[in-house]
């Protein structure tokens, strides 16, 4: 089992080879093992839906502990990287129309993805394409 202070560690290795200024923290409500706030430039992570993510595709995926929160993380990342690059406008997630949302929402994830295997080392792009399938297979079963 991932524990707050291993997965803090992780992130905070990941994010300094990487030589990203993104904040970090533990958010024991966040109902998805992590998430990227543009507003506060933080990652924030729970630790037990972690362990519940790695406990449904472990068995697909077979990294270590460390791989599979760094996998996590580059999806992150990617987000970051995306809001960086794009200046969506996040009104629209607000004030528009529920067509308009469900486009933005699967660039923004689909950028995500792309720009997040950016900084996938090249021994992790294999399971990270398939962390990417398997999401999305999560995804349209919701």
């Keep these: 089992m991932l524990y707050t202070w291993n997965i803090e560690n992780i992130i905070k290795e990941t994010l300094e080879e990487l030589n990203?200024?993104?904040?970090?923290?533990?958010?024991?409500?966040?109902?998805?093992?992590?998430?990227?706030?543009?507003?506060?430039?933080?990652?924030?992570?729970?630790?037990?839906?972690?362990?519940?993510?790695?406990?449904?595709?472990?068995?697909?995926?077979?990294e270590t502990d460390e791989n599979f929160v760094k996998l996590i993380?580059?999806?992150?990342?990617?987000?970051?990287?995306?809001?960086?690059?794009?200046?969506?406008?996040?009104?629209?997630?607000?004030?528009?129309?529920?067509?308009?949302?469900?486009?933005l929402m699967r660039q923004i994830e689909k950028n995500a993805w792309v720009f997040g295997r950016t900084v996938v080392p090249e021994y992790l792009l294999q399971a990270y394409d398939k962390m990417r399938e398997l999401d999305g297979m999560f995804l349209s079963n919701r």
Aim: proline share 1%; net charge positive; charged share 30%.
């Design 20 to 62: 990203l200024d993104i904040n970090f923290e533990f958010d024991n409500n966040l109902k998805a093992p992590m998430s990227f706030n543009i507003s506060t430039n933080t990652i924030k992570f729970n630790y037990l839906q972690i362990n519940g993510y790695k406990a449904k595709i472990n068995n697909k995926i077979r």
């Design 73 to 103: 993380l580059f999806h992150e990342v990617g987000y970051y990287l995306d809001f960086k690059k794009n200046k969506h406008d996040l009104r629209i997630l607000m004030y528009g129309g529920e067509d308009e949302k469900k486009i």
